[in-house]
């Protein structure tokens, strides 16, 4: 109990820039039709941009000019439509699929 097994990945917000622990923070991938998406399993293939569970966060993200830096693209990337219906009102923060 209270044993730390070894280092937690951390990993930064594209947002804020603030660093977390990997489970606080949401990992980010396109799908094939290039629209940004959540990761939930942590499995997707490609390159993965992580970003805070809170509105602000993420509301940064519909510019669209952050994503296409994290993703090393040339054209703005945006967030599937899905993915800002599941951002709850309540506390700012993103109900988790389970
Ligand atoms: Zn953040």
């Known amino acids: 109990m209270g044993r730390n097994k070894g280092h937690t ?9 603030v660093k977390r622990g ?8 396109l ?7 959540r990761d ?6 490609g390159r ?5 569970l809170n509105k ?4 940064k993200l519909e510019t669209g000019d952050r994503l296409k830096r ?3 693209k040339e054209r703005p990337l945006f967030l599937h ?3 800002l219906e599941e951002m709850s009102d309540e506390g700012g923060y993103i109900k988790m699929k389970s």
């Open 70 to 72: 994290a993703f090393r």
């Open 40 to 45: 939930d399993s942590g499995k997707g293939r």
């Open 48 to 52: 993965g941009a992580y970003v805070c």
């Open 56 to 59: 602000p966060c993420i509301g």
């Open 81 to 83: 439509p899905e993915f």
């Open 9 to 17: 990945p951390v990993r930064t917000c594209i947002s804020c820039g």
């Open 22 to 29: 990997k489970k606080e923070l949401v990992r980010l991938i």
């Open 31 to 37: 799908d094939p039709p290039g629209l940004v998406v």
